[in-house]
Structure formats: structure tokens, C-alpha cells
Nanobody, 121 residues
Framework: QVQLVESGGGLVQAGGSLRLSCAAS????????MSWYRQAPGQQRELVAS??????TNYGDFVKGRFTISRDNEKTVYLQMNSLLSEDTAVYYC????????????????WGQGTQVTVSS
């Protein structure tokens, strides 16, 4: 129903930057919220950042001003990551809450396949 294509992960040295992108397509009436989560080996998946359809943003406490989430249209979200640390190493997942029918205000959650971010110290 909804497909998410992520890109932008890779290997970077500590202090460097990466930009992740996620494009949504499919049976979409509207997107309520687009988010990035991450999961490191042996750790729980955690919220990195989210942005609502109205532009409100929310960040995990560990971000501390280093990351910025943005949208350039209704279906593409970016995560600009600066001053990367080795502890930012994880698989980063795009998540969208999408209305797939106009008859219900609440949406469904869909996940991307994940993109690996590795920060070398």
C-alpha cells in the first residue's frame, strides 16, 4: 500500500555529516507525521526525530542540536546529521503515519527497510 525508499546512509568519520532521505509513495491520502528512528545492535529502537504535517518537530534528547529533520514536499523527509559521534552508529529507519482512506482521520504506520549509518572514531 505504501512504499518507503530510504537513502543516504554510509560510513563517515566522527565529526562528519550525513544526510538521509526517505520518499513515500503508494496509496496515500495524506501523511500525518514522518519520523526517523534508529536501532543499534543490542539496543531498542529509539526515536531520532519526527515532523508533523504542520511542521512541528520533535527530537530525541541525544540529538542536542546536531540533527535537523525537514520535509521538502508532502512525501519526502530528510535527516541532516552533523557532528556525528561513534555512538550514532545504528540502522536508521524511516517511519510514516499515513492516512490511506479519507474516511478515517487516524493513520497507519509504515516502516522503511533501514539504512546503515556507521561512524568511525
Amino acid at each position: 500500500q505504501v512504499q518507503l525508499v530510504e537513502s543516504g546512509g554510509g560510513l563517515v568519520q566522527a565529526g562528519g555529516s550525513l544526510r538521509l532521505s526517505c520518499a513515500a509513495s503508494g496509496s496515500i491520502v495524506s501523511i500525518n507525521r514522518m519520523s526517523w528512528y534508529r536501532q543499534a545492535p543490542g539496543q531498542q529502537r529509539e526515536l531520532v526525530a519526527s515532523i508533523t504535517s504542520g511542521g512541528s518537530t520533535n527530537y530525541g534528547d541525544f540529538v542536542k542540536g546536531r540533527f535537523t529533520i525537514s520535509r521538502d514536499n508532502e512525501k519526502t523527509v530528510y535527516l541532516q546529521m552533523n557532528s556525528l559521534l561513534s555512538e550514532d552508529t545504528a540502522v536508521y529507519y524511516c517511519n510514516v503515519n499515513v492516512r490511506i482512506t479519507p474516511f478515517r482521520a487516524t493513520g497507519n504506520d509504515f516502516w522503511g527497510q533501514g539504512t546503515q549509518v556507521t561512524v568511525s572514531s
